[in-house]
């Protein structure tokens, strides 16, 4: 027998909804803001890598930053672009 504690996850799992309300590159900077200060990542250069590019640049690399705690719902024309 073993006994365990349950596994909590830091940072809970949060849905964005591109194609909505949530799909503008604002919202994307306040949330990637928020999960860099609580998983004690580098919010200035995360913020600057976001922001050189275009829309698509940018979800790319919060994807890639923070992918592992948020599920993204894209258009197809944006899965397109994306893929």
């Known amino acids: 027998m073993?006994?365990?504690v349950p596994f909590?996850?830091?940072i809970p799992q949060i849905e964005i909804d591109l194609r909505?309300?949530?799909g503008?590159?604002?919202y994307l900077f306040r949330v990637?803001?928020?999960l860099a200060h609580q998983l004690g990542m580098d919010w200035d250069l995360i913020f600057k890598r976001m922001a050189n590019g275009d829309y698509?640049?940018?979800v790319r690399?919060?994807?890639a930053y923070f992918g592992q705690y948020v599920t993204m719902y894209v258009?197809?024309?944006l899965r397109e672009e994306l893929a």
Do not use: H, M
């Open 24 to 26: 503008n590159v604002f």
């Open 61 to 63: 690399i919060f994807d």
């Open 2 to 4: 073993s006994i365990k």
């Open 8 to 10: 909590e996850q830091r």
């Open 32 to 34: 990637g803001q928020k």
């Open 20 to 22: 909505g309300p949530q």
């Open 56 to 58: 698509v640049q940018a």
């Open 75 to 77: 258009s197809e024309e």
